[in-house]
């Protein structure tokens, strides 16, 4: 079964600096790799896509790329501030999955003043 | 554009109750809806999945005829827990998805307490 391992539950950074957070995945690649941030006791929210063809997305402060050699997506929050403080979801789409999405079990960053 | 909303937001029942959960697309028609549970420091873990008009498709170990699905109208889907345990406590969210499209769109979420 798929299985998808983000780097650490939690991760603290301090203001201004560049936050990396890392999604790690077995098997084969997935048809699309999504980013969420979920705050405490709300649904997660959508931020970024990007599919097995594409290296790398942006928006913003956000930049996500994609390794599909690695099996790896990294998430990166540039400039980063107390308000980016959240769990950060990945979440992937299997090919003939019939557009399920299988998430990870998050990395909650937090963001010191 | 693209809201989704589920009601109640927090519900506490007592055990062998059933409890309804609704999730609606506010400004957009959701041929997919899927519906997910959380617990504490988990992953979002897949219940089902549901088209409007057709039956909803489980995952492995969820039982159909405890959280029954209904995919009513391409703005509304719900859930039932019926007879439910303090097990069953958990947060429970739904996402919609347009026809077509990839991302999934989710609602707030819904806390649910069995005591």
């Known amino acids: 079964s798929q299985k998808i391992e983000q780097n650490s539950e939690a991760l603290n950074i301090q203001e201004g600096k560049t936050a990396t957070l890392t999604c790690n995945y077995t098997n084969y690649s997935p048809a699309y790799l999504q980013w969420y941030r979920q705050d405490p006791g709300r649904g997660p929210v959508f931020l970024l896509l990007i599919r097995e063809n594409e290296k790398e997305k942006r928006k913003e402060r956000l930049k996500v790329t994609f390794d599909t050699t690695l099996k790896q997506s990294l998430f990166h929050i540039t400039a980063s501030q107390p308000a980016d403080s959240a769990t950060y979801l990945c979440a992937l789409r299997y090919s003939g999955s019939a557009r399920q999405l299988t998430f990870g079990s998050g990395t909650q960053l937090t963001v010191l003043p | 554009g693209a809201v989704v909303s589920q009601h109640p937001s927090r519900v506490i029942c007592k055990s062998g109750t059933s409890v309804k959960i609704e999730c609606r697309s506010l400004d957009f028609q959701a041929t997919t809806m899927f519906w997910y549970r959380q617990f504490p420091k988990q992953s979002l873990m897949l219940m089902a999945t549901?088209?409007?008009?057709?039956?909803?498709?489980?995952e492995q170990g969820v039982e159909k005829d405890k959280f029954l699905i209904n995919h009513a109208s391409l703005t509304l889907s719900t859930l039932t827990v019926t007879s439910a345990h303090p097990e069953d406590s958990s947060f429970y969210i739904c996402?919609?998805?347009?026809?077509?499209?990839?991302?999934?769109?989710f609602g707030p979420g819904t806390r649910l307490t069995v005591l």
């Open positions: 996402s919609a998805q347009k026809g077509g499209a990839d991302t999934q769109y």
């Open positions: 549901s088209n409007e008009g057709s039956k909803a498709t489980y």
